[in-house]
């Protein structure tokens, strides 16, 4: 989202300031062009030059400064820039923001800015929630730009409490989702996801499962969380960290998973069944580990699970539901079929023998059928980027919007 992006970044007087040349060398890791302004009190903390070198730019600090061929104009540097940060924000720059008040080269650029701002404030925790700073910190977020919360942690002033700054690749991963959110279709919506194969116990120790990584899953769960839903992940085996935003519920068996989503039903707006749920289950689990057979043969007795997906089709009542189909042959026939006997609103097909394609992979090609249109390749991409793109589609179909 950054990367090839101007970013204006503010540091104000905070013990803080320290981290925000951290967050400057993340961002020009990241191929962001980064330019500092800095207040005098955030000079009293980390000095111009560390900046000046860090960015390899020069750093605007004083308004008045006489003019050289090095120094930046502040509405020049204000129009140049694509994002604005202020990191670490002190209480006294988010009272300039909040009641446009420019005294100084930081708070004038800002004064001047027309591209997104995004607020870090760092304090201690009495100056936080003084009810005139939350009043200011209300207002910038009521003026359409992003406050990213501090967080709870040992302060400068030696005990714990909220008020410390969000580590640098923190800020990073909040401010991406809090702008992608800004312009959600899903707001107020829930969506309900699943994720990961299923596990089914044969004894204690073993059980049947399948190649599924929940990658798939877990990339929807993060680009319906950017369009603004409320989100719930019900995940399967999974080896991912839970992602940011999301209501993660950890399941096993297909029949959890089962009652997870009729559970879920009622308050969705959207289902997705993304998890590979295993077709069959021990007809009894063993209670201890099977021991090997002199025989030399082993006959385990499965039997069928629910089919989740056709048993939320009959039980929906309204909720626009999304299935899954990997195949490795016959794709397309099975994949229409499925569409229509499970009562689904669009299905994903994706040819899982294909290399690149599917189970554990970080890129995906699927082909999308819906119940009134012809089917749409896609081609083959990451799942993150997929991901959005079929979000995308059933924000369209759910908020009743033409497709451009
Ligand atoms: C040692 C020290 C640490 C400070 N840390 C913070 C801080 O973390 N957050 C804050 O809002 N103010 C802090 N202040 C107070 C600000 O530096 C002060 O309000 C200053 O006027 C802020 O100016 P600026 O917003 O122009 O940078 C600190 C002051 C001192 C002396």
Do not use: C
């Not at 390899?56 to 140049?80: C, M, R, Y």
């Not at 800002?110 to 207002?139: D, F």
């Not at 519920?249 to 993304?274: C, G, K, N, R, Y």
């Not at 669009?346 to 249109?373: E, H, P």
């Amino acid at each position: 989202m950054f990367s090839k992006k101007n970013i204006v970044l503010v540091i104000s007087g905070g013990v803080a300031a320290y981290k925000a040349a951290i967050f400057a060398r993340l961002l020009i890791k990241m191929d962001a062009n980064v330019k500092v302004v800095m207040t005098s009190a955030a000079t009293e903390f980390i000095t111009a030059k560390t900046m000046a070198v860090l960015t390899n730019q020069p750093v605007l600090t004083d308004l008045f400064a006489e003019k050289t061929g090095e120094s930046i104009d502040h509405i020049t540097l204000a129009d140049w820039a694509d994002y604005f940060f202020v990191v670490p924000a002190t209480a006294n720059i988010i009272a300039k923001i909040a009641n446009g008040v420019a005294d100084d080269a930081a708070s004038t650029v800002l004064a001047a800015r027309h591209s997104p701002l995004i607020v870090v404030p760092a304090m201690n925790e009495n100056m936080y929630l003084q009810p005139a700073i939350q009043r200011n910190l209300k207002q910038i977020k009521d003026d359409g730009d992003i406050v990213i919360d501090p967080v709870d942690g040992l302060l400068a002033e030696g005990y714990t409490g909220k008020g410390r700054l969000p580590e640098p690749n923190e800020i990073l991963a909040y401010s991406e989702l809090a702008l992608y959110q800004k312009n959600g279709q899903l707001k107020g919506r829930h969506v309900v996801i699943s994720a990961g194969g299923t596990v089914e116990a044969i004894d204690p120790v073993r059980y049947i499962s399948n190649r599924s990584s929940g990658k798939m899953g877990y990339a929807l769960a993060r680009a319906a969380v950017e369009q603004g839903a409320d989100v719930t992940l019900i995940s399967a085996t999974s080896q991912l960290p839970d992602p940011v935003g999301v209501r993660t519920i950890h399941i096993q068996s297909a029949q959890e998973l089962s009652e997870q989503m009729f559970t879920a039903l009622p308050h969705a707006d959207v289902i997705i069944m993304a998890a590979a749920v295993s077709d069959y289950r021990m007809a009894q689990t063993a209670q201890n580990k099977i021991k090997k057979q002199d025989s030399g043969e082993l006959n385990l007795t499965l039997v069928e699970n629910p089919d989740i997906l056709a048993q939320l089709g009959s039980a929906k009542t309204g909720q626009y539901l999304v299935g899954f189909a990997a195949e490795t042959q016959n794709l397309m026939t099975y994949a229409q079929n499925k569409l229509k006997k499970k009562n689904a609103d669009m299905l994903i097909a994706n040819d899982v023998s294909k290399d690149q394609v599917g189970f554990g992979y970080d890129t995906n090609q699927v082909t999308i059928l819906t119940k009134d249109k012809e089917p749409e390749m896609l081609p083959l991409q990451s799942k993150i980027t997929l991901a959005r793109e079929i979000m995308k589609k059933i924000s369209i179909a759910i908020n009743g919007q033409v497709e451009k």
